[in-house]
């Protein structure tokens, strides 16, 4: 049988990028790469009805061989574009000593516990990383691996009891859009989970509530040495835009249930300039005064500048799942139970980001998140420990037996 972390090394070798300017679904081609592997990789080890859907959805199914409800696993297959996941070049270091690891000598890349304490937890571990100029893909390769992993074993060992398993890969999910297309008849669930968290141990059923706003601002350019009463700079206007929002709801300043409003992208010139921020906040209330305040911005700047000076296009992504998974609070207490009878303490935060369990729980799937074991995502410093996949692994399998008791 496959090992885990083995099979994981194989996913990031797939650059999987998705695009959030592309219109097309997936956003980018190349995920169908993955898609396709997959699609052959379950064929051959059992697993049944797999197909890949025009929108590069994967599912497959385990028939049942005992009781239970029909369980999902899903994970999604492409990376942020936050950084490069091309040319992705992992190496494992074996039995961590706890100290400094350098990513990348030729450029003075290192990632030390003074930065990342979570690292010590890790010590005589083995952490796969990255080589400091990509991201590694754990997130959520990690997560298809594991899930895979956990198939083989179903399939390879029929004397543990399931129910129906149902599987389920996804595109563009860190740019929003992973479960827009996702086929809930054809998946055929009553339950599912995520397996998209961080550390290992987490239990997440609480996210934030999402938004983007994406503002256009129209200047006007005039030579600088006769602007005066003329020139409108698109770029300064911007600026001031920014300075109008509440200092401390910035990323930089919040945790735990604390809310914020992201600038993640600004371009332009005198003439024109956009920018892209993303409001995220758990509680709807505030959630909702927070898009606002956009709003009433963009008022008081068209009064000052003139009408059509700043738009600003407010786009809703996703809610808080919280009010979703309660009513089937059986999905988190099992989970916590999996983990407690493996020895693993049980970590439940809530998700300061977003998972396809939240849009698909409103969708009428009640879908909560679970770890995967790595750390760092997005990012040049990301790595995952070996034993925490192969503990996942273990999570799974075991909440299935409970399942099907």
Known sequence: MTKVHERFLKYVAFDTESDPESESCPSTAKQLNLGNYLVEEMKAMGVSNVIMDENGYVYGDIPAN?????????????????????NINPRIIENYDGGDIVLNAEHSIVMSPKDFEHLLHYVGQDLIVTDGLTLLGADNKAGIAEILTMAETLINHPEIPHGPIKIAFTPDEEIGRGANRFDLSRLDADFG??????????VEYENFNAATAKIKIHGSNIHPGSAKGKMKNALIIGMELHSMLPTFDNPAYTEKYEGFNHLNDMHGAVEEASMLYIIRDHDLQKFEQKKAIFKEIERFLNVKYGEGTVEVNLTDSYFNMREKILPHFHLIENAMTAMKNLGIEPLVVPVRGGTDGARLSYMGLPCPNLCT??????????????QSMEKTVEILIEIIKLYAK
């Open 66 to 86: 005992g009781p239970g409800p029909k369980l999902a696993f899903i994970a999604h297959m492409d990376t942020s574009p936050d950084l490069s996941g091309a």
């Open 193 to 202: 989970y995520t397996v998209d968290g961080g550390e290992l141990g987490e």
């Open 373 to 386: 074991g790595g750390h760092n995502f997005h990012g040049k410093h990301e790595y995952i420990p070996v």
